[in-house]
């Protein structure tokens, strides 16, 4: 899937090429495209990414508009982030997703305590029901300011993309010591005008199951006239991912 992306852009860039060399004749070769500098933008954001906490939000801090967007993956939940590496083996509440079911019930620093009756531990943070069929209800008990709360979710399809601040704010949540994959490796940068396309490959260990897990990304920047990343999203193996870390897949 990822060459193909890759492979039919570069095929673009190659018809662009080729129609400019016929439109100058016999008149010798044509002149080197100039660098697009939002490759090398793109190039610096992925990198930074890869290599820790810090230098992943100075780089969203330095590459990002401020009215830019991450337009993260679909899912099928209740739209809210945590820390998977709680040192106490925790599930808190790091930020919420604008326009998600959580949106205005959920805050951040809540603690679950409890997902359907199953208490929430270390061995099963993964596994609890927040994800599944939209529409179907899910109660649960949480922690705030000390006191325990029953709360009922119905799960949605969460596609809201958010903000350079939100972005930062969801970072910022991260565990920085196990924050990059094991290895990471750059393949391929391609673009033209305001549009860049990053082809991305790492290799991890599962956290849960302690198996190790290779997956590819491409990633799509749109960049405004003054450089900096506006639009920002990605298609991953999220899927082979999870499978290769032994979860089976029921829908």
């Known amino acids: 899937m990822y060459q193909f992306v890759t492979k039919s852009v570069s095929a673009a860039l190659g018809a662009i090429v080729i129609v400019g060399l016929t439109a100058c004749g016999g008149a010798g070769p044509a002149p080197a495209p100039a660098e697009n500098p939002n490759i090398a933008a793109a190039k610096q954001w992925v990198t930074a990414g890869a290599a820790g906490k810090t230098e ?5 801090q330095e590459l990002m508009a401020e009215d830019g967007l991450l337009y993260r993956s679909r899912y099928v939940g209740f ?6 590496a709680d ?20 805050q951040s620093g809540d603690q679950f305590l409890s997902v359907r009756g199953v208490e929430v531990n270390e061995a099963n943070m993964g596994k609890l029901d927040f994800r599944g069929k939209p529409g179907e ?12 709360m029953d709360i009922s979710v119905a799960r949605g399809i969460i596609d809201t993309p958010i903000s350079k601040a939100q972005m930062l704010a969801w970072m910022d949540t991260g565990d ?6 094991d290895k990471w490796e750059f393949h391929e940068a391609i673009g033209q005008g305001n549009v860049v396309y990053v082809w991305t490959q790492g290799w991890d260990t599962d956290e849960v199951s302690g198996l190790p897990v290779d997956n590819h990304t491409v990633t799509r920047f749109e960049f405004n006239d003054e450089g900096k990343v506006v639009a920002l999203g990605n298609l991953s193996e999220d899927r082979f991912a999870l499978e290769q870390a032994g979860w089976t897949i029921s829908r």
């Open 56 to 60: 992943a939000m100075a780089a969203v």
């Open 79 to 84: 739209g809210f982030t945590w820390d998977p």
């Open 87 to 106: 040192e106490e083996g925790r599930m808190i509440v790091g930020t919420v997703t604008p326009e998600s079911p959580v949106d205005g019930l959920l």
């Open 137 to 148: 209800v899910v109660d649960a008990v949480i922690l705030r300011d000390g006191e325990s």
């Open 176 to 181: 920085a010591d196990t924050w990059g994959p």
